[in-house]
């Protein structure tokens, strides 16, 4: 079975003011449609150090800035998912 990947959350008081409670249930969500709750560790962090450029995420060795409630499916899509298709092939 392969390692789960960790999902880091910024909720730092900047991101959740920018929606981190939001970004999380959209991700939650979209974790769960893709069949990947299993293969994920959606995790929060107190603070990533990136306030201002918020809400921010760490996946894959990767840190996503401005994610935002509305921008965070098209994110998911083109950042998070092509992970998943390539560790497939």
């Keep these: 079975m392969s390692a ?20 999380v249930t959209a991700l939650k969500r979209l974790l769960k449609e893709h069949n990947l709750q299993d293969a994920v560790n959606l995790k929060g962090a107190f603070c990533l150090g990136e306030c201002g450029k918020g809400v921010v995420l760490d996946f894959d060795g990767r840190r996503i800035l401005h ?23």
């Design 4 to 23: 789960r990947m960790d999902l880091v959350v910024c909720m730092g008081s900047a991101c959740h003011q920018m929606g981190a409670f939001e970004v």
């Design 67 to 89: 994610v935002q409630p509305d921008t965070v499916e098209t994110i998911f899509d083109e950042e998070i998912l092509p992970c998943f298709v390539e560790r497939k092939s």
